[in-house]
């Protein structure tokens, strides 16, 4: 990085071997003396699990009770509360990010959030109201990104009310870029009746796009980038409930729709190696999201969670959702009106409203990935500006 306190170039050779291995996370690492980044922005792309508030402003507003837990209101934000976003930018002393497609209340100088609930990588076949997808995919948030970069240079050398709403020209070199998309890509292939073996065949293409997008963020400077996989979609109520035949593993879960996660997963990983390879200059983080939610199914009663596989805010079945009978809505049962409200105790499910997590499950989540346990290279949350540099 040009800063001083974050030029430090990181050789570590151990990587070498280390790139070679699978998904799980590495179980040893030579601790190095490495400083705390300085991250004056946070800049994030993604989907719902990282929306707070782009399709809200824009298209669609998640109904009470979401935000219930935390923000006692509808919030923008697909779960009860907090997202591992809130987590992130929290943990470095920044406010929650604003989206860049609200209007109302927005505060840029500290990055801001592309972010919008059904976005993927690739355009979508359908978009949002028809049953479809975000208009907002990968490459239209990159466009959002080129707009604020230069717009927001404009307002403050013109001054005024909304100069200091804006983030400062360093910042952006400086700044940390955040990613986690690719689950819509993969539902719209289940969605189009397309076969197991269908949807591993677009994946190269959709990481293709995802890798535009970032030589594309790249070159307008951006050096510190934070990749999050995809996690295990087979664990998902929503998949567990629409394909009632498909084979279950050891936890309950559709083992063949958590099989083509981890080859999205797998096709992810290789490209940010080769990432890290053609883009010397910058520093990237591929964080192992899907082993962390993975163990809250396996392991939810040593972390304190209930029901894993069951939604907190649904109606209806073995998992307590229904594609009728959405969190929010008001349905008629027998004759009488019914309001589909959230279960007693959020902080014991892992799954909110059969497809995003609640904000235990992301509080959780956060604690684990910050660390670095889960991260290639392992380093924690607040040193991801320190590259490597390969032999």
């Known amino acids: 990085m040009e800063s001083p306190r974050i030029a430090m170039k990181v050789i570590i050779t ?13 179980t040893t690492f030579t601790a190095l003396a490495l400083e705390d980044c300085e991250f004056p922005a946070i800049f994030n792309f993604g989907d719902s699990n990282s929306d707070t508030g782009g399709l809200a402003s824009s298209l669609l507003e998640p109904p009470p009770p979401y935000g219930e837990t935390f923000f006692r209101r509808p919030a923008g934000r697909f779960s009860d509360g907090r997202l591992i976003i809130d987590f992130l930018v929290k943990s470095v002393g920044h406010p929650f990010l604003s989206a860049y ?20 990588i690739r355009l979508p076949n359908r ?46 070199s400086k700044a940390l870029y955040t990613f ?10 289940f969605s189009d009746n397309k076969t197991i073996h269908e949807v591993n065949a677009s994946v190269p293409d959709i990481v293709s796009m995802f890798s535009t997008n970032i030589k594309k963020i790249y070159d307008l400077g951006a050096r510190s980038f934070w990749i999050h996989n995809t996690g295990p979609t087979g664990c998902l109520p929503f998949i567990l409930s629409n394909y009632p035949l498909a084979q279950k593993d050891e936890v309950g879960c ?138």
């Open 14 to 26: 151990l990587f070498c071997s280390c790139m070679l291995l699978s998904e799980s996370h590495f």
């Open 101 to 120: 497609l609200d209007s109302l209340g927005t505060n840029f100088s500290y990055g801001a959030n592309f972010a919008t609930a059904g976005s993927t």
């Open 127 to 172: 978009f949002i109201p028809a049953g479809g997808f975000s208009p907002f995919y990968l490459n239209i948030q990159y466009m959002h990104f080129l707009q604020l970069k230069s717009r927001s240079q404009l307002l403050r050398h013109k001054g005024g009310i909304f100069a200091s709403l804006m983030p400062m020209e360093e910042y952006f």
């Open 180 to 189: 986690d998309i690719g689950q819509n890509d993969l539902g719209e292939g």
């Open 254 to 391: 559709a083992k063949s729709f958590n099989e083509v996660s981890q080859h999205f997963n797998h096709k992810l990983k290789e490209a940010t190696i080769q990432l890290r390879k053609g883009l010397p200059l910058a520093a990237f983080t591929y964080v192992d999201i899907y082993s962390v939610k993975y163990s809250l199914y396996k392991e939810h009663i040593k972390y304190g969670f209930e029901l894993p596989l069951v939604a907190c805010c649904g109606y209806g079945g073995k998992y307590n959702y229904s594609n009728s009978a959405e969190c929010g809505a008001t349905i008629k049962v027998n004759g009488s009106q019914i309001f589909v409200g959230s279960c007693k105790r959020p902080s014991a499910s892992v799954i909110w409203d059969g497809i995003h997590y609640t904000e235990a499950a992301a509080k959780f989540v956060f604690d684990k990935i910050s660390t670095g346990e889960f991260s290639d290279p392992p380093l924690p949350f607040k040193q991801a500006c320190h590259r490597i540099i390969l032999d």
